[in-house]
Every structure is written in C-alpha cells, then in structure tokens.
C-alpha cells in the first residue's frame, strides 16, 4: 500500500476513485477527485491536507469510513463527511516525521 500522500493525490484530480464498504467490501460508488489544499492544521508537529470529492447526487454516501481504491495507491482506509447532495472531503492530518539527535 502507498501512503497517500498530498501530492499523489494532487496529481489525480479530475480522475475517479472507487469507493468500497469497509464492511463487506462492496462497491458502494465512484468520486471524482475534484480538489487537494494545505489543511488548516500546520504546526511543528503536525501537518494537514483536504481532498475534495465530487460523486453522483443520485448515490449520497454517508459519512463513514471507506475503503478508497486507485491504480496510483492501489486501497486506502480514510473516514470521508458529506457537505452538500454531491461533494464530500477528506481530512488528512499526521505527525511530521522528526529526526531524533
């Protein structure tokens, strides 16, 4: 699994995700990635990054975790929140990577 990373996922906007149960893992629709920014979180410990997702109105998916799919990362886990009837984001924030001594 690669991790997902800022820019990998900037470099797939415009294309489509696949989204799975986590369940049953089961196709439960596809999201178009239609944005990635700098997450308000950005401090010394810690940075952030939020994917945008644009999907069918006809198909809502809750808020939830997903199993998200992509020839690019292969299946990601990542907790997805709906905020209008066709867009949904993902926040990602991680703890930078220190160097110790």
């Known amino acids: ?4 990373t800022q820019d990998l996922m900037h470099s797939l906007v415009g294309e489509e995700v696949d989204v799975f149960s986590t ?4 196709l439960v629709g596809k999201l178009e ?3 990635v920014v700098d997450g308000r979180i950005d401090t010394e ?3 952030s990054f939020c994917i945008s997702l644009k999907g069918d109105p006809n198909n809502q998916l ?4 997903y199993l998200f ?3 690019a990362f292969g299946e990601y886990p990542m907790f997805m929140s709906i905020y209008d009837h ?3 984001q993902i926040v990602i924030s991680r703890r930078r990577v220190q160097e110790v001594g």
């Open 1 to 4: 699994m690669v991790k997902v």
């Open 23 to 26: 369940q049953n893992e089961q």
């Open 33 to 35: 990635i239609s944005n």
């Open 45 to 47: 410990e810690f940075t």
């Open 62 to 65: 809750p808020q939830d975790n």
């Open 69 to 71: 799919k992509h020839s």
């Open 86 to 88: 066709d867009k949904y």
